[in-house]
């Protein structure tokens, strides 16, 4: 048997570095964040270690700080960020007052890559306070850095150490013989052509960005002067609903973090109280498709100013600020993981929303109405969804109608108990709304997105709702015919009107109706408006696409009914064609009435028909000039 030789791997950490900065991490300034997260759970660590030992009852006297048992809640944890020097030679430092490293917590975390000072088998996921310190987070200081230095003291024993690590993936350690104050420090020497990461104000602007709602003072000092970049408190956090109270501080902390100017929101919170935030409604109107992006704060530091996941779609007229311990971030700490956790906290999310809008519908009505004029195309959406919510908020909904646009309440009390007719699309609409406006006949437009989903439901919403489809045909059915006398007067002329639309796979009938002012109406079935759309698309598609819609239009043209074009006799128009003798004229005419009901219903013409307006057109035109039948 061959003997098996075991190696180890070779680990190119320069290579690692590379990687970090082009491909994990969105920007180089995330040293920034990966050095205070550091910070914050070293000082996270301390005040856990200070209560077990309080709660055990076996709190001993700190001698670096003169802390005892009786003192042990004064202890106030504190990030001090310091930049010095210039250009090349900026130094940063950052130091706090946490827990701290032994020699042994040194050769753990800051000596094995990857390392991280959370236990158990998945790191990312284990319940803990802290996000991860140091491991494969303090690499990311060798983007802007040549050299990492760590001077520490652990609260457990008291040695001060120190530490330097190079990108060559060599390090130091020593014991200094100078007594440091219990915590850490961190020293970044600018790395040549890192200089914009180590300017004041960048410095400060990414401090405020990842480490607003820190819970411990974020001090920034540069020449001297030392002031605080996060928010003095965040005591709210804890409980959402505090925010009702603080409208105006809720709404500055809006345009500092968001950079928008709100004048609305809702607290959010999920049940169990690990995830809360802020949805401020947007000001304007926004698209359906717009992208929805979201400020999420995991443990207190910013994850992503650009997380569209965190709400349910249908909230697309809210931009939040949230924050959470316990949701999973991928690796790079930028966004999360799109698991059933996640789902169950944009659930519950969504139910405060929602919630929040039904409380406003029965108490500030009002506000409501406001923020649906605003907003109604999310609110359906949701409606669609929620039958609760439908039941509640229907009432203010509008809808396109031949009444004009109104309210929903405003249209049933104009049913008066009659049922309300609604068509499906927006080309059925166009088609009956002229006629249907002359006869007083309520109509309203369900082709518009949620629109008839919603009519739909109304009944099971409310049994005293009673909502019927109206398709154009059954608009026709209440044309008046004609009488013996017209029929065979017209007969010849009828059968020119046919003959002229065949091509078209259009008939033609004479009717009287409502308004004289129109002289024809278009009426088309489904299976015949989807032909026409497939025909239409046929020429503007390539040729492999348009075999296929060849094959498609075989099968949908053997089952396919024809349109009809109806011709108004009450109008002063349709009479004089009726009246001619000529029949290129009556020709040339039905089809100018032809292509003039395509355009008023909005109907997309293909080349046909278009050659067929052109032609019309020129007909009238000689005629006009005298030329008789010339074409």
Not at 197 to 222: D, K, N, Q, T
Not at 604 to 610: G, I, Y
Request: aromatic content about 10%; hydrophobic content about 35%.
């Amino acid at each position: 048997m061959s003997q098996t030789d075991q190696y180890r791997f070779q680990v190119n950490l320069g290579g690692m570095i590379d990687i970090l900065a082009n491909h994990l991490y969105s920007s180089p300034r995330v040293f920034i964040r990966e050095v205070l997260q550091n910070a914050t759970d070293a000082i996270t660590a301390r005040k856990e270690l200070r209560k077990v030992a309080a709660e055990s009852k076996v709190l001993k006297e700190d001698k670096a700080l003169g802390d005892t048992a009786s003192e042990s809640n004064d202890y106030e944890g504190k990030v001090i960020v310091e930049l010095s020097g210039s250009g090349e030679h900026q130094v940063l430092m950052i130091q706090d007052n946490g827990i701290g490293l032994s020699e042994e917590d040194i050769h753990r975390f800051l000596s094995i890559i990857g390392q991280s000072s959370k236990k158990g088998a998945d790191l990312l996921a284990s319940e803990t306070s802290f996000i991860g310190r140091f491991g494969i987070g303090l690499l990311s200081c060798f983007m802007v850095s040549d050299e990492i230095v760590v001077l520490t003291r652990s609260v457990k024993e008291g040695i001060s150490m120190e530490w330097r690590g190079k990108p060559d993936g060599t390090y130091t350690i020593r014991r200094l013989e100078t007594e440091l104050p219990v915590g850490t420090q961190i020293y970044l020497r600018c790395k040549p052509g890192s200089e914009f990461y180590y300017e004041p104000a960048h410095v400060e602007e990414s401090l405020i960005y990842y480490g607003a709602l820190l819970p411990y003072p974020v001090m920034l000092s540069v020449d001297g002067e030392t002031k605080r970049v996060n928010l003095p408190s965040t005591s709210w956090m804890q409980d959402p609903e505090q925010l009702r109270s603080r409208r105006s501080e809720v709404l500055d902390l809006g345009y500092r973090l968001m950079g928008e100017r709100f004048s609305d929101f809702i607290p959010l919170r999920t049940a169990s109280g690990r995830t809360g935030g802020i949805a401020f409604i947007l000001p304007r109107s926004v698209n359906l498709n717009s992208k929805r992006l979201h400020r999420v704060y995991l443990k207190h530091m910013l994850v992503s100013d650009k997380a569209e996941n965190v709400l349910p779609e249908w909230a697309f007229f809210i931009k939040s600020l949230i924050w959470t311990d316990e949701l999973q971030p991928t690796a790079s700490r930028e966004y999360f993981y799109e698991n059933e956790q996640l789902d169950d906290v944009r659930s519950e999310l969504g139910t405060c929303i929602r919630e929040e809008l039904l409380r406003m519908a029965q108490y500030e009505p009002d506000r409501l109405q406001h923020w649906i004029r605003l907003h109604e195309l999310s609110m359906k959406a949701l409606a669609v969804e929620d039958d609760e919510f439908l039941r509640i908020m229907y009432r203010w909904f509008s809808f396109e109608s031949t009444f004009g646009r109104r309210e929903l309440k405003e249209l049933i009390r104009e049913a008066d108990g009659r049922p309300l007719h609604y068509t499906s699309t927006v080309d059925e609409y166009r088609q009956i709304t002229h006629v249907a406006a002359a006869q007083s006949m309520l109509v309203i437009n369900g082709g518009y997105i949620y629109d008839s989903d919603i009519l739909e439901k109304l009944h099971w919403i409310d049994p005293n709702l009673q909502t019927e489809r109206l398709s154009p045909e059954e608009v026709s059915l209440s044309f008046t015919g004609l009488t013996q006398e017209e029929r065979e007067s017209y007969y010849g002329v009828l059968r020119v009107m046919d003959a002229a639309l065949q091509p078209m796979r259009c008939r033609a009938e004479l009717k009287r109706f409502e308004p004289a002012s129109l002289p024809v109406l278009y009426t088309i079935s489904q299976d015949a408006l989807t032909l026409r759309s497939m025909e239409n698309t046929v020429e503007e598609t390539t040729s492999l696409f348009s075999n296929v819609l060849d094959s498609l239009k075989a099968g949908v043209q053997q089952n396919s009914g024809y349109s009809t074009l109806y011709f108004n006799l009450n109008n002063p128009v349709v009479a004089r064609i009726l009246e001619a003798t000529d029949t290129q004229m009556v020709t040339a005419a039905t089809e100018m009435m032809y292509v003039n009901a395509l355009m008023m219903g909005h109907y997309p013409m293909n080349r046909s028909e278009l050659g067929l307006m052109n032609r019309s057109v020129l007909h009238f035109i000689n005629w006009g000039l005298g030329n008789g039948h010339n074409t």
